[in-house]
């Protein structure tokens, strides 16, 4: 494996990191925005912000999970198929 097939193969494990985390963490980050402007608006215990960021994290992979799982199996299926090129 040359320097520029292995700086390709950690640009598209970066990629596909940045592409899998972003749903969940999108999610946390509208529902944290969310609970801070109506706790900022009536007051409230700031440890209850903990359960709706859960909650829209979790629905996220929910509903983006199998799309997220479809993108790593194709990255490891063709790092599978490509790895006696990279062992060379």
Do not use: C, H, N
């Not at 209850?48 to 490891?76: E, H, N, Q, R, Y």
């Amino acid at each position: 494996m040359t320097a520029p097939e292995a700086l390709e193969l950690v640009q598209r494990v970066l990629l596909l990191t940045f592409y899998t985390a972003l749903p969940p963490l999108g999610a946390a980050f509208l529902a944290a925005l969310g609970v801070s402007f109506i706790q900022a608006r009536i007051g409230g215990d700031p440890t209850t912000a903990t359960v709706p960021k859960i909650l829209a994290a979790g629905a996220a992979l929910l509903v983006f999970g199998g799309w997220m799982v479809a993108l790593m199996s194709d990255f490891w299926l063709d790092l599978w198929q490509s790895l006696p090129e990279i062992i060379k």
